[in-house]
């Protein structure tokens, strides 16, 4: 079994002093830091103090989704270790992590943030409810895998197409991976004893986006989960509470008609990845309880 550390990079230097001393020694077998074009000499710093650590330079700013994917194409090991740049992770991660994979329909582990290890979910008038696990298990299904800090399967991820960049700059792009990996039939598991640090949640975003754009994206980007995710069955739920949703607010009708630029790859999904779903919104939600 190899692993592959990723860390999307930008405007992250302070975090990367921070926290590469302890990903390296992890016993990783590469560590991979995709440089978003950030402008704080995150390059030279690295290229000075981690020669060993390779470097996926972007001649663009991409943001966080495209970053990670091509981070995981340029990993060269069968499991992936995803850190985001301000996470401080378990010195024995990779340890703890290695049992998981052994099962053949396992796509991800998420990890212990301090908060929650796993996510849950419903279905409440087509619109998805989800939230922070509890119980005192020390492992759970789990309705994602959070993109700041996860492991997970490259063969699996491939199979799945990762990210989808319509959710750039970022925010729900890990929910929609973990419904589309879960209604195909894979298993996304949170366990309680393997801890990191999240120590600036959203770093590379509020150093750089206005708060007010980030509201736009985060519910267009939650519309967009719905639409290409949810069984048919629960779309005209869905539109209803969207219209009713505009009606009281209308300001919502900003993030919907940045969400409708995307339909034409919304259906294109549905008739194609989404109809081959082996797994029904109900079942999957079942396994969370």
Not at 158 to 183: C, H, M, N, S, V
Not at 195 to 205: D, L, R, Y
């Amino acid at each position: 079994m190899t692993i592959s550390v990723v860390i999307p990079a930008y405007r992250g230097l302070d975090f990367l002093k921070a926290n590469l001393p302890t990903v390296t020694k992890l016993g990783a077998d590469e560590i991979i830091i995709v440089n978003d074009v950030s402008p704080d000499g995150t390059l030279a710093f690295l290229s000075d103090n981690y020669p060993d650590v390779r470097v996926v330079n972007h001649v663009q700013n991409t943001r966080f989704p495209i970053a990670v994917n091509d981070g995981v194409a340029a990993a060269k090991s069968d499991y992936i270790l995803l850190l985001n740049q301000d996470v401080q992770p378990d010195p024995k991660l990779i340890s703890k992590v290695q049992k998981y994979f052994s099962r053949p329909k396992l796509f991800a582990v998420t990890f212990n943030d301090g908060h929650s290890f796993w996510a849950t979910g419903r279905i409440e008038e087509g619109i998805i409810q989800y939230g922070l696990g509890s119980g005192n298990t020390h492992t759970h299904p789990s309705l994602w895998a959070s993109g700041g800090a996860c492991a997970f399967k490259k063969s699996i991820w491939q199979k799945l197409g990762g990210f989808d960049p319509i959710f750039t700059p970022g925010y729900f792009e890990d929910l929609d991976l973990g419904l589309r990996a879960l209604k195909s039939g894979y298993e996304i598991i949170g366990d309680k004893d393997i801890k990191i640090i999240h120590q600036s949640p959203e770093s590379a975003f509020n150093s750089s986006l206005n708060h007010s754009y980030l509201r736009y994206i985060k519910d267009r980007n939650y519309l967009l989960v719905h639409w290409k995710n949810l069984d048919s069955k629960y779309l005209f739920s869905h539109i209803y509470s969207l219209a009713s949703r505009i009606f009281h607010h209308p300001g919502f009708i900003i993030p919907t008609l940045l969400a409708i630029v995307h339909l034409p790859h919304v259906l294109a999904f549905r008739r194609t990845i989404a109809s081959r779903y082996i797994l029904t919104d109900p079942e999957i939600y079942a396994k969370l309880s």
